[in-house]
């Protein structure tokens, strides 16, 4: 059994060019009790070989295709054998202290099923990226704190989810709600276990001490492209089958109405209108093949709390998006 109290799990898919720094800033660290893990998703770029060369102090599991995030981490997260694990996306560079800080977190929060660090974009590095992952009523999921600047976001928090790019887990609770579900291949995977394990009574917390940079959609190449477009809005779908009871998403039904037609408007206006659609169509369709959350009476107070916070979300994500377009972030 390993004496290491964190595995950091890196899923990595043709990311040679990020590799470099992400495993420089983790040897870093100076934290004693950390194990690294790379699960390869089949890479063809040397990845896998630049790893084995130049990081022996890395643990190597190669896969033999590119099974996508999510079956990727969850190979990592079973292979681990330490009571916390850290995901961490290949394009990022973990600044001192940061592995520290986000197993102090969990340490101090038993209650607390994961914890988000403070992402700061790494070509912007006045910016913040991502502050812990929000929901809302209206079906989005959206990074607390994007383009706002570094500056703030400065206290700890309850987030609706941590994003899965850099957080830590209690590895444990992944027995009880379940691991991250393969069946979205990638994108809002992270958000969907975060709201299983809000389900069932488990916290996610925001840790503003533990930093990281992050290029963003170092795999996928874009923000917005097809591929992208099509699989979130298939997500999306399953996101809210698989979590909300019956009674939840009547209730929820005409917020989430509406979200889809800005959605499809947004996405038509700038050249994915075909696939969003699409991507709906086919979560539609293939619903019946997730795994429902089975609704017990003993988790009704937790689903009252979780309609609270998507509310609560949709009037962060309001706020945040005026913010954004009527002031312009410190240092931009």
């Known amino acids: ?36 893990l790379l699960v390869d998703n089949g890479s063809s770029d040397g990845s896998a070989e630049l790893v084995r060369e130049r990081y022996p102090w890395v643990r190597l599991l190669e896969l033999d295709q590119n099974y996508g995030f999510s079956r990727a981490v969850n190979e990592g997260i079973r292979a681990a ?18 592995t520290a800080a986000l197993v102090r977190a969990l340490d101090e929060a038993p209650g607390a099923f994961s914890a988000s660090p403070k992402m700061i974009q790494m070509y912007r590095p006045e910016l913040i990226d991502d502050a812990g992952d929000q929901y809302t009523v209206l079906g989005w999921a959206f990074q607390r704190g ?18 899965a790019g850099a957080a830590i887990y209690r590895r444990e609770v992944f027995e009880q709600i379940g691991y991250f579900d393969e069946l979205h291949f990638a994108y809002l995977e992270d958000l969907d276990v975060g709201y299983r394990a809000r389900i069932h009574g488990w916290q996610n917390l925001y840790v503003p001490d533990a930093l990281v940079e992050h290029v963003g959609s170092g795999t996928s190449g874009s923000k917005y492209n097809a591929f992208k477009v099509r699989l979130a809005a298939r997500n999306s779908v399953y996101l809210n089958y698989k979590n909300m009871p019956l009674l939840q998403l009547l209730l929820n039904l005409p917020a989430l109405a509406a979200g889809v037609l800005v959605k499809s408007r947004f ?28 609704f017990s009476f003993r988790n009704l107070w937790h689903y009252i709390c979780i309609e609270g916070r998507l509310i609560g979300g949709t009037v962060s994500y309001i ?5 954004r377009k009527l002031k312009k972030p410190e240092g931009s």
């Open 1 to 36: 059994m390993s004496k290491a109290k964190v595995t950091v799990v890196i899923p990595n898919y043709n990311g040679k060019k990020f590799m470099e720094d992400c495993m420089e800033a983790l040897k870093a660290q100076e934290y004693p009790g950390m194990e690294v």
């Open 81 to 98: 054998e330490t009571p916390y694990v850290i995901l961490l996306n290949n394009d990022t560079k973990v600044r001192p202290g940061y």
């Open 146 to 163: 994007v383009a706002h600047s570094v500056k703030r976001y400065t206290r700890p928090a309850r987030v609706f989810s941590a994003c």
């Open 267 to 294: 996405f038509k206006k700038i050249g994915f209108g075909r696939e969003y659609k699409e991507g709906l169509k086919e979560g539609w369709k293939t619903r019946g093949k997730c795994r429902r959350v089975k």
């Open 319 to 323: 706020w945040e998006f005026l913010y």
